[in-house]
């Protein structure tokens, strides 16, 4: 019904000029004394004929309308010249739009091809600064002071910035980089352990980790990276006690510390690009990427991520394999 008003509104210069018309018509007929028959047949059929054409007018206009909004689902290059009239008026929109596509295309051409080259520099980057740290990693391997286990602390942290970086770069490409097996999760998280001993020892934080015991179909590469950001996270910023690793049943791991905890307005936000929150703001270091590239590759991997959280008590992360598992059963 409002499509109708929109529409009388919009033809209201015409049914005013119908309408004068019509009216010098009539008063001309009265005038001249003609019989009212005379008058009222020629009304009718008038009537009758401008009714039938502004009912035919409005299902066009109506078809064209709903033709029209549903366009704004459509990327520029899927859209239809061919909705349009053949009217004067009509195509001179055919030829804005066949104008604005042209350039949509090369803004996108344009677009895509900056993407590939900061991909490309940022992939040689990552690689190419891997060859230093690993040397520096060489070089610190035969001391054994406070001076180097402090140094390859921060060496490790430089290359996981780099793998995050590497991890970025790979989830925001067109071609998939995820081979599904069956493992048991306990050889994943072992190696993501490993990679944190010397943190947990210098700390003096105590880990707590129970042989889980279960299979998950997964890709190993990435979730032992989401197992690495949890356990990185966890250790930045718990202070005292430590960080626990178990089952709570055969699709369920949870990673559990008792660090400073996330404030509860931070909470619903975690999983945003860049969000740091209060502890974000804290520490200087934080990029708000880890939870977020978290939370991508688990919509990836089927796996549900859910977070719970209380100041100064800690942090409990879930992962959730019930939905990839099912897949598979």
Known sequence: MKLFFEYLKDKYKQVVLFSVVFLIFIVSFLLYHLPLMAIIYPMLLCIFIIVCFGVSDFIRIKKKHIKLQNLKDFEAE????SIFDDTLTDNDYKQIILSLKEKIVDIKSQDFANYNDMVDYYTVWAHQIKTPISSMKLTLQGEDTKLSRRLSADLFRTEQYVEMVLAFLRLGSETGDYVFKSYNID?????????????FIERKLSLDYKTVNFEVVTDEKWLSFVIEQLLSNALKYTKNGGIKIFAYDKNTLIISDTGIGIAPEDLPRIFEKGYTGYNGRTDKT???????????????????????SQIGKGTVCTLNFRQKNKMYE
């Open 78 to 81: 899927m859209i239809e010249e």
């Open 187 to 199: 050889d994943i998280i072992r190696p993501c352990i490993k990679k944190f001993a010397t943190e």
């Open 286 to 308: 934080a990029s708000g990427l880890g939870l977020y590239l978290c939370k991508l590759i688990c919509d990836n991997l089927k796996i549900n991520i859910d977070i719970k």
